[in-house]
């Protein structure tokens, strides 16, 4: 394996583990606690993170790391071979299906309906109760486990490539 993806490979491991951590803490406690608020101040609050996420670090890891695990997949595959390939393919297959395609197909059409709705409504209330709050968090865990096992696996190949 050549020095340069090493370190890819490395820093992959630590985006996956980042990313499942900021999913874990939406799905393990921030969303139940959003769900405990009076009224619509869950709304309003998931309102202000959804837009607030876009101007951050979250996101150019989030999407960098889509065509990087598309990358680690056909490198290990093509390249490394045997288990550690296996393993590096399937984490990178599972980042991009499981985290990013999960998040373009499911995630994100929640937000931006969310975002279209008005405070004032009782439609809105209805939706983040019985809509929102339960698919969203469903896909949300989705991808936490996604995004933690793709960290997974790049250890486990590392750590058997190592060994060789």
Do not use: H, K
């Amino acid at each position: 394996m050549s020095p340069w993806f090493f370190i890819l490979a490395q820093v992959s491991v630590l985006a996956y583990a980042i990313l499942a951590g900021v999913f874990l803490a939406f799905s393990d406690f921030i969303m139940r606690a959003l769900s405990r608020t009076s009224g619509t101040g869950g709304v309003e609050a998931m309102q202000g993170i959804n837009r607030e996420v876009f101007r951050y670090v979250f996101i150019p890891l989030f999407i960098a790391m889509a065509p990087l695990s598309l990358f680690i997949a056909a490198y290990g595959g093509a390249v490394i071979g045997s288990a550690p390939g296996a393993a590096m393919m399937l984490a990178g297959l599972i980042y991009f299906v499981g985290c990013f395609g999960v998040t373009i197909r499911g995630n994100v059409p929640m937000n931006e309906a969310l975002d279209r709705m008005a405070l004032s409504e009782a439609a809105t209330l209805t939706y983040w109760t019985g809509t929102y709050l339960p698919r969203w968090t469903f896909w949300n865990t989705i991808r936490t486990i996604a995004c933690g096992l793709s960290a997974v696996l790049m250890l486990i190949a590392l750590s058997a490539m190592a060994e060789l």
